[in-house]
Nanobody, 121 residues
Framework: QVQLGESGGGLVQAGGSLRLSCAAS????????MGWYRQAPGKQRELVAL???????NYADSVKGRFTISRDNDKNTVYLQMNSLKPEDTAVYYC???????????????WGQGTQVTVSS
């Protein structure tokens, strides 16, 4: 079982910045991707940013140029630096990790508990 621990959400004024962190712990063989999703009230969960192991990164069009995803593979941690925040960025942000299990060599997908980001106008 892979557990994810998120931190870094909060309340910020429009134009401000926040950094989210998510650390993966537990036993697994490898990580294929680490990413961030968000869900605003009354809306579906959407991809914000994705970091593919050994590959590139993907961003939602709405956050390109403002958000940056990064990883510390030694710490099994993914970060989301959010700059120039807008009220429409208000949502619960979820960390997501996909990889291979150690015991059965099957794929797994884990979600963090979510952290609230609120941007006031």
């Amino acid at each position: 079982q892979v557990q994810l621990g998120e931190s870094g959400g909060g309340l910020v004024q429009a134009g401000g910045s926040l950094r989210l962190s998510c650390a993966a712990s537990g036993r697994y063989s490898s990580i294929n991707s680490m990413g961030w999703y968000r869900q605003a009230p009354g809306k579906q969960r959407e991809l914000v940013a994705l970091s593919i192991t050994g590959g590139g990164t993907n961003y939602a069009d709405s956050v390109k140029g403002r958000f940056t995803i990064s990883r510390d593979n030694d710490k099994n941690t993914v970060y989301l630096q959010m700059n120039s925040l807008k009220p429409e960025d208000t949502a619960v942000y979820y960390c997501n990790v996909r990889g291979r299990r150690l015991s059965s060599s099957t794929n797994f997908e884990s979600w963090g508990q979510g952290t609230q980001v609120t941007v006031s106008s």
